[in-house]
């Protein structure tokens, strides 16, 4: 009886939750489709030395966007699910002001040291030089960058999902995209010029992300209420923390091989890289739609459904990520050889990567269940623990073996961590995401 209503319980909540599911993976592929051909047309338009400095570019801005976010992307998305389901629009309205105004304060407030910290690294080999003059320029996406991604997840908390989505994975790149045509039919291809349509594309994706919000929301921006900026801190700083590591995690290959290596290679590998991370956009679809549900269903101590969603959304993810890591790992010079002849060089850190990604595919959203159900402190622990692990072995690696160096400290750093979490969610909220015995069961 207990499991009957529990199915009947886990049915109602994918039927509320089909549209957005599809919609969400729509724009997923969306996304992933349009960034793949911007990386092809950066390729074709300022070579595999410019694209090395259009990647080490989006590092800085990233990295200190993560920073000037303050944690805020998770908290707020976790605080504005919980209001919105319980109708406070109020301090929904709050909520919204207080994360937008830290973020802009904070964005615009670590502009300037990130200029000087970037001067100072000698990115880039070479053309050092070169990337180093355009750091003023690049420096001014910082804000905008942070701003659209708290804007994207409060979308999400509304159940916006695919706008949000949408506003984030897809508007950008195809701004960018069109900006690099328009660049290409003028003769006009310069990295200076890719970087400024950069720049501009940040500051329209986030206007038209705000604009949006406002439509859709009608009077939002008059709602009279409060929420405490001490408790949203309170729970942002530990999730900060998290989140630069994450990012730390996912771009320091890129950074020490900007100090090691010439930008050529820095190019071949960060290409490399976006091919391999065109596997993950399933499991970023589901976590999109995932992540207020776990909040909600963990504050409801509906611990079955829970555990239901959180075994299911691993085990399809897998499913649907699984062919294309295979091609990716048997034949990665065919893929490769799009973006050109010398990119062909990336096969086996291509290789390397995707097998990273595999473990990622495998283990779901166990990342987000933790920092969803409270756990934010022990997910910045082990965070902390993976990118001083990825620190360390790329230190190591990088010098001697490149970009094969790199992709081998990212892909194990990245597997320690997936597996740490989904050790950490089978010990504190009793729940196994690999158990696919328990799932295939509970259907039949």
Not at 416 to 427: D, G, I, T
Request: net charge positive; glycine share 8%.
């Amino acid at each position: 009886m207990a499991a009957g209503n529990d199915m009947r319980r886990l049915a109602g909540l994918f039927r509320g939750r089909r549209l957005r599911v599809a919609s969400a993976f729509a724009v997923q592929v969306a996304g992933a489709g349009l960034g793949f051909l911007l990386s092809i047309m950066l390729a074709r338009l300022i070579g595999v030395a410019g694209v090395g400095l259009y990647f080490l570019a989006i590092t800085i801005v990233d990295i200190s966007a993560t920073i000037s976010r303050l944690g805020l992307e998770s908290a707020s998305m976790r605080f504005a699910s919980i209001a919105h389901s319980r109708g406070d629009r109020g301090g929904l309205a709050a909520l919204y002001r207080n994360s937008m105004s830290l973020v802009l304060v904070a964005g615009a407030a670590i502009a300037l040291p990130a200029w000087l910290i970037g001067s100072h690294l000698g990115l880039g080999g070479e053309r050092a030089p070169e990337f180093r003059a355009e750091l003023p320029l690049l420096v001014c996406a910082i804000a905008p960058v942070a701003l659209l991604v708290i804007q994207a997840e409060f979308f999400k908390a509304v159940g916006l999902t695919a706008t949000g989505t949408f506003s984030q994975a897809v508007v950008p790149p195809l701004l960018l995209l069109t900006g690099t045509i328009v660049l290409w039919l003028l003769s006009a291809g310069t990295v200076h010029a890719v970087f400024l349509a950069y720049v501009i594309v940040a500051l329209a994706s986030v206007t038209i992300a705000m604009v949006t919000w406002h439509c859709r929301l009608p009077g939002i921006w008059r709602e009279r209420g409060s929420f405490e900026f001490g408790r949203l801190l309170r729970t942002s700083m530990p999730l900060l923390l998290v989140n630069s590591m994450t990012l730390i995690l996912g771009w320091t290959d890129v950074l020490v091989l900007g100090m090691w290596r010439d930008a050529a290679e820095i190019g071949i590998y960060g290409i490399a890289m976006r091919v391999a991370l065109l596997t993950a956009f399933v499991l970023s679809a589901i976590n999109v739609v995932v992540a207020p549900q776990f909040a909600a269903l963990y504050a409801e101590g509906d611990t079955a459904a829970l555990r239901r969603l959180a075994q299911q959304s691993a085990f399809w993810t897998l499913v649907a990520a699984a062919p294309a890591i295979l091609v990716l790992m048997l034949a990665p010079d065919l893929i490769l050889q799009i973006f050109g002849p010398q990119f062909r060089e990336g096969a086996w850190t291509l290789r390397i990567l995707a097998l990273g990604q595999l473990v990622n595919a495998a283990t779901g959203s166990v990342g987000i269940l933790l920092v969803m159900t409270g756990h934010e402190k022990l997910m910045r622990n082990i965070v902390a623990a993976s990118a001083a692990l990825n620190l360390l072995a790329a230190l190591a690696l990088v010098p001697r073996y490149g970009a094969i160096g790199a992709a081998t400290s990212t892909a194990c750093s990245l597997a320690f961590m997936k597996l740490v979490s989904w050790f950490m969610v089978r010990n504190k909220l009793h729940i196994d995401v690999l158990d696919y015995a328990a799932l295939r069961k509970r259907v039949a």
